[in-house]
């Protein structure tokens, strides 16, 4: 296994900055989430907000050994593509679709990377469940780190509870570390053992991403070399943040503004 990085704290507040970019990004472009919209104009939308905070769109012309390169600057799955969609000026938004923006930015040279479900208008009750189920499945997995765990921990609650709600996981792709290189060691499958694989310490970072299916966990790479997809064509959703292993637990550097807001308000109602 390569060595897992261990930033120190000043990487960690360049980490911050970035983070909290990406996950701005996605506060940005959520009202402009409505029926009629193209996936192209979320694109350009996020593009020039990401430039104009000098920052570098991550995935464009991101070319990984064996793909050619990715020709936009941020990922819209939609329905039952499950991750790596690319923006097209000819895919409008509809009412009932559940739509996944990941999100990476480059900032002073470090990476910040988060990705959200979007509902367009009134959604079936299968798909605000499994997008519910999905982002449950994230902070189940960030419930689980904490120095000392293993990696096996965080699959393990991810898949636990899926499976408790009928759902499958995405075998094939996982979360990885994240740092000056958009991909780092370790791999962090969302499935697992208790106690297995590597041990977490301090100042490890990494993105923690469950893809989500409502039908079987088999999916397929259309013929554009990147939008993947689910075999069975049933619906899949996916939630994204980039965490640090701290001394007690956990930080999300990828929580945005809203994110916080809703939280709060959450926390009030109890």
Known sequence: ???????TDEEIEQMRI????????LDHIAPHIQAGVSTDHINSLCHDYIIEHDAIPAPLNYTPPGHQPYPK????????QVCHG???DARFLKDGDILNIDVTVIKNGWHGDTCRMFSVG??????????????????LGIGAVRQGAHLGDIGHAIQKYAQSQGYSIVRDFCGHGLGRKFHEPPQILHYGNLGEGATLKKNMVFT???MINAGRAAVKVLSDGWTVVTRDRCLSAQWEHTVRVTEDGYE???LSAAELKQMATQENRR
């Open 208 to 210: 923690i991403e469950p």
């Open 252 to 254: 999300v550097l990828t």
């Open 73 to 80: 600057s941020v990922c819209t799955s939609l329905n039952h």
């Open 18 to 25: 970035a983070c909290r970019l990406a996950a701005d990004v």
């Open 1 to 7: 296994m390569s060595q897992i990085p261990i930033k």
């Open 86 to 88: 690319i923006p097209s």
């Open 122 to 139: 009134q959604l079936s009750r299968k798909a605000e469940h499994l997008c519910s189920a999905a982002q449950k499945c994230l902070w």
